[in-house]
């Protein structure tokens, strides 16, 4: 009969906690790196920049339409066969690029909503003004934008954050692999799997926090 281990649960959080910063650490990184890719491919389709849209389109759909442990693979195991360059990448940034990549194109489709929201008064009020289509985007136009994405945004952002747990199939020492390690030598899978998925919730309950109270001071104007 199956009896829950209570002592050895709650053993294992100063465990997990030890490797909270890598998970944390491919989270924020890969977001930041996916958050700059995004805005590049939404200026690019927004503005319908030929050829460079095209591109977008068929990088968008491939990152969308394939799952994200297939492109992790292929980016740690089979890019250094194609780019020997990439021989040297460890599975670390292996993971970070997989990540940064995937959820670039979920954000690309965010951002460039967001600025389609912008009433086209705004850019003519913008021109009006003497600013040049380049100051109108960036002044303008984007903070507009990045208001009414945030929220889509940190979706990306928590989705982000618990994909951060394919690492482990990597090799990354995260908090996912070392849960498995844990369960696999006790044999507690129950206890060890509950434990980390308390971790991510909790980590989750404090950005969604931040994420409301972002959301409040940029509605403040409004």
Same mark, same amino acid.
């Given at each position: 009969?199956?009896?829950?281990?209570?002592?050895?649960?709650?053993?294992?959080?100063?465990?997990? *906690?030890?490797?909270?910063?890598?998970?944390?650490?491919?989270? =924020?990184?890969?977001?930041?790196?996916? *958050?700059?890719?995004?805005?590049?491919?939404?200026?690019?389709?927004?503005?319908?920049?030929? =050829?460079?849209?095209?591109?977008?389109? =068929?990088?968008?759909?491939?990152?969308?339409?394939?799952?994200?442990?297939?492109?992790? !693979?292929?980016?740690?195991?089979?890019?250094?066969?194609?780019?020997?360059?990439?021989?040297?990448?460890?599975?670390?940034?292996?993971?970070? *690029?997989?990540?940064?990549?995937?959820?670039?194109?979920? /954000?690309?489709?965010?951002?460039?909503?967001?600025?389609?929201?912008?009433?086209?008064?705004? !850019?003519?009020?913008?021109?009006?003004?003497? /600013?040049?289509?380049?100051?109108?985007?960036?002044?303008?136009?984007?903070?507009?934008?990045? &208001? =009414?994405?945030?929220?889509?945004?940190?979706?990306?952002?928590?989705?982000?954050?618990?994909?951060?747990?394919?690492?482990?199939?990597?090799?990354?020492?995260?908090?996912?692999?070392?849960?498995?390690?844990?369960?696999?030598?006790?044999?507690?899978?129950?206890?060890?799997?509950?434990?980390?998925?308390?971790?991510?919730?909790?980590?989750?309950?404090?950005?969604?926090?931040?994420?409301? &109270?972002?959301?409040? &001071?940029?509605?403040?104007?409004?």
């Amino acid at each position: 009969m199956f009896t829950f281990d209570v002592d050895y649960t709650l053993g294992l959080f100063p465990i997990l *906690l030890k490797y909270i910063n890598i998970t944390l650490s491919l989270a =924020v990184i890969s977001t930041v790196i996916a *958050l700059i890719i995004a805005i590049i491919i939404a200026i690019i389709k927004t503005n319908n920049i030929k =050829v460079l849209s095209q591109i977008s389109d =068929v990088y968008v759909s491939f990152l969308r339409g394939t799952p994200l442990l297939v492109q992790l !693979f292929l980016f740690y195991y089979g890019l250094p066969q194609v780019f020997p360059i990439f021989a040297a990448m460890d599975a670390y940034w292996a993971s970070i *690029l997989g990540l940064s990549l995937h959820f670039s194109a979920y /954000m690309a489709e965010s951002i460039r909503g967001a600025i389609k929201s912008v009433e086209k008064g705004q !850019f003519e009020a913008a021109y009006s003004l003497g /600013m040049n289509k380049t100051q109108t985007f960036f002044y303008i136009i984007l903070p507009q934008a990045i &208001r =009414v994405a945030v929220p889509s945004l940190m979706n990306n952002f928590i989705d982000l954050l618990k994909s951060t747990s394919l690492a482990f199939t990597l090799g990354v020492p995260e908090i996912m692999a070392k849960a498995q390690l844990e369960a696999a030598s006790s044999f507690k899978y129950f206890e060890s799997f509950l434990a980390v998925a308390i971790v991510y919730w909790v980590i989750v309950l404090m950005f969604t926090y931040l994420q409301k &109270r972002y959301e409040k &001071r940029l509605n403040k104007a409004y």
